[in-house]
């Protein structure tokens, strides 16, 4: 993984990659701040204690969608995910993820961002939260 940043968590399964983003974070002075967890993102992320408010999903795929699954559970309705490259260059690569975002079912409002690295942005509409909607008035 290039980086995955859930709440104050970074993941990266490349030691020398972990080890640069430590250094990196503590040059910044939130070394403190975040924690930096070596391995897979699936496993390491499990359970994780939310809220999160904003996961940057920036990992292969088919992990992507496991990723992103694995922190469902923790997300604040309102929570952003960033899922890069997923559309561009490696849209192939991610139909699975953009279709389970993209699917109401499954509590996200989802677009493609279609600047930079074109990623997919999903917005938390409270995947949980099943509360009725309002009627509009008339």
Known sequence: YTSLFVGSVSVYKDRAKAERARRNLADAGLGDRVESRLGDARATLRGIDGPVDLLPNDD????????????????????????????????????????????????????????????????????LDRSPQLAPVP
């Open 60 to 127: 292969f795929p088919p992990p992507m969608l496991e990723v992103l699954q694995t922190v469902v559970p923790a997300l604040r309705p309102g929570a952003t995910v960033c899922s890069t490259s997923s559309i561009g260059l490696f849209k192939a690569d991610h139909v699975d993820s953009l279709a389970w975002l993209r699917d109401p079912a499954n509590g996200f409002d989802s677009s493609p961002l279609l600047m930079g690295e074109r990623c997919e942005l999903s917005v938390s509409a409270g995947a």
